[in-house]
Nanobody, 125 residues
Framework: QVQLVESGGGLVQAGGSLRLSCAAS????????MGWFRQAPGKEREFVAA????????YYADSVKGRFTISRDNAKNTVFLQMNSLKPEDMAVYYC??????????????????WGQGTQVTVSS
């Protein structure tokens, strides 16, 4: 089993920045990829960013490319999401996810076996 704990959400003005963290514990040696997803009220959960554990290859949704950066700290089994130039449409609950294999690729929810509890990001206009 793997446990994921997110932190770093909060309230920020449009144009501001936030940094989310996700600490993994348990059977983390099985990690293939970690990702961030988000879900706004009334909308489906959507892919935001992902990083492959072996080579740090990164992937981003078009809506956040150039504004968000995903990174990792192997020693601490932690993944980060640096969010800059935040927009009101970025407001959502952000979830950390961990996949133990390639699955169906980096974007599908089904590629990830473990999920955090989510952290709220609120962007005021």
């Amino acid at each position: 089993q793997v446990q994921l704990v997110e932190s770093g959400g909060g309230l920020v003005q449009a144009g501001g920045s936030l940094r989310l963290s996700c600490a993994a514990s348990g059977r983390t040696f099985t990690t293939y990829r970690m990702g961030w997803f988000r879900q706004a009220p009334g909308k489906e959960r959507e892919f935001v960013a992902a990083i492959t554990w072996s080579d740090s290859r990164t992937y981003y949704a078009d809506s956040v490319k150039g504004r968000f950066t995903i990174s990792r700290d192997n020693a601490k089994n932690t993944v980060f999401l640096q969010m800059n130039s935040l927009k009101p449409e970025d407001m959502a609950v952000y979830y950390c996810a961990l996949g133990v294999g390639p699955g169906m690729g980096y974007a599908p929810i089904r590629s990830y076996s473990y999920w955090g509890q989510g952290t709220q990001v609120t962007v005021s206009s």
